[in-house]
């Protein structure tokens, strides 16, 4: 589960959006703090980005006052007590003298900045200063220094801490610009000690650039922060188990006895939940819960409590085992085409048996008076035995007395606002139910209804599951706890009623546009608020644009010229790439008649350092050189030929070069070395270059060594700690090239003939988690639509396919709609959600068969 996820579903029940605008979606959030609300000065200029309110003072023409582009930024922290006192001392400091700053203008925002699963890298910046120079930081320091004395708030890890108050210092950029990094991505940057763009680092941790000498005055700083250690402990951290806002979690030894234990540590004020308790004060409650149920042996028993650092430590037993959420992968029957009876027979049984095991512990937990408050596949411990669990995670508990709601949850357990008390744990035991022979139960948070559906499923797919379990469960989920009449679910249209589906579809994505926005068109995956303002292929304008076109659509001229509008000219820091960026959004651009802003655009991507791109076709070389080719054909252009050419030599000489040993390299369609082999395969189709073939073939065997075949035959990359069959990260998405390649090249030792079955079983199984393009179900559609690898059956298999979509159809507005990655949400956009789904079915269904670009389908279609 990305944790990140889960602040972009607070704004909108329907949509991941941004946290920013929780106020204006009619929430109850806290309004702007009174200082946010001041009159702009005279001589300043105030603008709203993101959730930052940025001061800037002018000159006298009217423009901002120049200053330096990057050095030493203050940033100071703070808590929800003292945030508008320290607004207020800020901007009555910063204004009187001229120096920049910006802050966060809200509580919610300030909240949600230090909430437990904000980016760390954020954490606790409430505001920022803008020195000079190193003269007016070290005043700045000393003076806000003083006047914020005795004022608190979280630790600022990417920062070093100005002596005990809430000041810190970070140097980074000031001004925005970009670089391509070494990982070939557009990235934040600064100007090395030799004027060079690299990129500004903003990790968890304070560093200070080689470049860059410390100031003097950040010394004593610099080694306090360097003289608390874990040293003196009595125990030896050996892992960090997770990190989260509010700390870490690390597995170690008691060095006076060698008892395994588990150490939790809590930063003060960080890891906010929805009640306000920071991290400290959730320890101190799971301190307190698990002194109450102890003895029980459904908990791991508390050993120790200190502090170190201003840091609380809670100190536990480690509990052998394994998170019950770690036997689907290897133990789920549907992961497979055909599943063994037998084997669906044994999983049910283990999984009833487990679900009573947790039953029991949640009972023994109750009968302390405790409600557990966050139960879930990730704080459930099966024993070696696998006939008993331990329920870990105490932090969300509370005496059932109080019969308080949840303030910390899963989002496929997060019991409805009307659960109160022992019934908060009831609500998360009925969706463990259904978790765990269908573990999609995150639909829930945007439908309950869907239960009743789910259920369905699962008495099809599990017969020997007692039908009053899952009733059981299913009149839980839905019930209404006032007395009024349970949730119904809503039938959407039947993804394999083709053209009706599509229709639905359709009227689905345009009921979600919004172009009275500018950072999104359509609603999608959270990347779409860090790639330039939702322009792109994957996740914004273009893919949707371009799915709707594939699949004969009446244009959305409205849409298009949105588009049009936000690339003239694009937002600075958008991403270069097909799939991420420019690129994409000139092909589209291009295919809906847009010819010059589509050269335009490629004429500023080839103003950039393109050449240090990655070699992937998401956002590096082989979409870059795909593009170029394509609108040199539709042109006329030259130099767009010479450059997709000097692309396909950078790529190819790349190819050649040493692999690293670490870290393990991506494989598959979009940031593997499959996309890079589709460029040099439609290079050599354009020129009949054989060198270009063979290294096409040299790519397709690089990305067949990092794939692993399963039980049952499955082909899927291997990424050390799971494996992946998908069409993006795949290995569906190197079948679709290695079906192209073989089209041209013979298979001499039968490697790839046998890759290609083995993709085939991978993308004929019976349960996908996630029905989207690159990382679900829709992927493998698209693949059995077009492949051309020898098999009996393929249609049969893609209509199972289409039917197994419908699992995870969702409505909106009454038509068909997904849910996008994650699951916490529906999308629209072509990578996760509901367009991918779109173009998908329009290749397996449609008259023109619809295709992803440069992938058209081939002459021969499954039979």
Avoid at 95 to 112: E, M, N, S, T, Y
Avoid at 295 to 320: A, I, K, N, Q, S
Avoid at 762 to 771: E, L, M
């Amino acid at each position: 589960m990305d944790k990140r996820y889960e602040v972009y579903a607070l704004a909108d029940g329907h949509f991941y959006d941004t946290p920013d605008r929780l106020t204006g979606a009619g929430s109850e959030a806290a309004p702007l703090y009174a200082t946010a609300r001041r009159e702009v000065p005279e001589g300043w200029r105030a603008a709203r980005t993101g959730d930052w309110l940025t001061l800037t003072p002018l000159g006298a023409d009217g423009e901002p006052l120049p200053g330096p582009a990057q050095g030493w930024k203050v940033h100071a922290a703070a808590t929800r007590g003292n945030a508008e006192r320290i607004a207020e001392i800020v901007w009555d400091y910063c204004v009187p003298r001229r120096i920049p700053f910006k802050f966060v203008p809200a509580p919610h925002l300030l909240h949600l900045r230090n909430a437990k699963y904000a980016p760390r890298e954020g954490s606790g910046k409430f505001v920022t200063l803008y020195p000079a120079d190193e003269r007016q930081l070290h005043q700045v320091l000393t003076d806000l220094g003083a006047l914020l004395k005795g004022m608190e708030g979280p630790y600022i890890l990417t920062d070093l801490r100005w002596e005990d108050g809430p000041l810190h210092v970070r140097y980074g950029a000031f001004a925005r610009s970009y670089v391509v990094d070494e990982r070939g991505s557009l990235v934040p940057a600064l100007r090395d000690g030799e004027g060079r763009l690299v990129p500004d680092r903003r990790d968890p941790a304070f560093r200070v650039p080689e470049w860059v000498t410390l100031p003097d005055f950040l010394a004593p700083q610099l080694a306090a922060r360097n003289a608390t250690t874990v040293g003196d402990l009595p125990y030896r951290i050996e892992k960090a188990l997770h990190f989260s806002n509010g700390g870490g979690v690390y597995a170690g030894t008691d060095t006076r006895d060698g008892r395994k234990v588990v150490l939790k540590e809590a930063r003060p004020h960080a890891g906010l939940a929805a009640d306000g308790a920071d991290a400290v004060a959730r320890l101190e409650r799971e301190k307190e819960a698990l002194e109450r149920v102890a003895g029980t042996g459904v908990v791991p028993e508390v050993r120790d409590w200190f502090t170190l650092g201003e840091h609380r430590f809670l100190v536990m037993d480690f509990v052998e085992g394994r998170p019950l959420n770690s036997f689907f992968a290897e133990r789920h029957p549907l992961l497979l085409p055909e599943p063994d009876p037998r084997a669906v027979a044994e999983y049910t049984a283990w999984a009833l048996r487990i679900h009573g095991a947790v039953e029991r512990a949640v009972a023994a937990v109750h009968e302390r008076g405790i409600v557990f408050n966050d139960l879930h596949v990730f704080n459930i411990m099966v024993a070696p035995d696998e006939e008993s669990v331990f329920l870990l995670d105490f932090e969300a508990a509370a005496p059932a007395a109080e019969r308080g709601r949840q303030v910390v949850a899963h989002p496929g357990f997060f019991a409805p606002p009307d659960r109160r008390g022992t019934d908060v744990d009831r609500y998360a035991l009925a969706c463990l139910r259904l978790a765990l022979f269908l573990p999609v139960t995150t639909l829930f948070v945007v439908d309950r209804g869907k239960a009743a559906h789910l259920a369905e499923v699962i008495a099809e797919q599990f017969p020997d599951v007692p039908r009053a379990f899952l009733d059981e469960a299913v009149a839980e989920i839905t019930r209404d706890t006032a007395g009024g009449a349970p949730v119904r679910p809503v039938r959407p249209a039947d993804p394999g009623d083709w053209p009706r589906s599509r229709d639905s579809m359709v009227e689905a994505v345009l009921e979600s546009a919004t172009p009275e926005r500018t950072d999104r068109l359509f609603p999608g995956d959270i990347a779409q608020f860090s790639d330039g303002g939702g322009l792109g292929l994957a996740h914004g304008a273009a893919g949707v644009l371009y799915a709707l076109a594939e699949v004969g659509a009446h244009r959305y001229e409205e849409g298009e010229r949105w588009l049009l509008d936000r690339t003239a000219p694009p937002p600075a820091g958008t991403p270069l790439g097909l799939y991420d960026g420019l690129a994409g959004v000139a092909l589209v651009l291009d295919r809906l008649g847009h010819r010059q802003r589509a050269l335009d655009l490629v004429g500023g991507v080839l103003r950039e350092r393109w050449q240090h791109l990655s070699s992937d076709l998401h956002g590096g070389l082989a979409g870059l050189g795909l593009v170029l080719d394509h609108l040199a054909g539709t042109t006329g252009e030259t130099e767009l030929r010479e450059r997709a050419a000097e692309a396909a030599e950078i790529v190819v000489r790349r190819l050649g070069e040493p692999r690293p040993e670490t870290p393990r390299r991506r494989a598959g369609l979009m940031r593997g070395a499959s996309g890079q082999a589709l460029f040099l395969l439609r290079r050599y189709e354009a020129t009949g270059d054989r060198e270009l073939l063979a290294a096409a073939g040299r790519a397709l065997r690089q990305d067949l060594a990092s794939c692993v075949v399963r039980e049952g035959g499955a082909l899927e990359v291997d990424e050390g700690w799971r494996t992946l069959p998908y069409l993006g990260d795949g290995s569906a998405g190197l079948g679709m090239v290695l079906d192209d390649y073989l089209a041209h090249a013979a298979d001499d030792t039968g490697e790839f003939e046998r890759a290609r079955a083995g993709v085939l079983t991978a993308a004929t199984c019976r349960f996908y988690a996630q029905p989207g393009l690159f990382q679900g179900r829709a992927g493998m559609i698209l693949h059995l639509s077009r492949t051309t690898a020898p098999g009996t059956g393929l249609r049969d298999r893609l209509a199972e396919q289409i039917a197994g979509l419908g699992w995870l159809a969702m409505p909106y507005q009454g038509r068909l709609a997904f849910p996008g990655h994650q699951m916490m949400r529906l999308s629209m956009d072509l990578a996760t959600g509901t367009a991918g789904c779109l173009l998908a079915l329009g290749a397996a269904l449609g008259d023109a068969p619809a295709a992803l670009p440069f992938l058209p389908p081939p002459a021969g279609r499954p039979s």
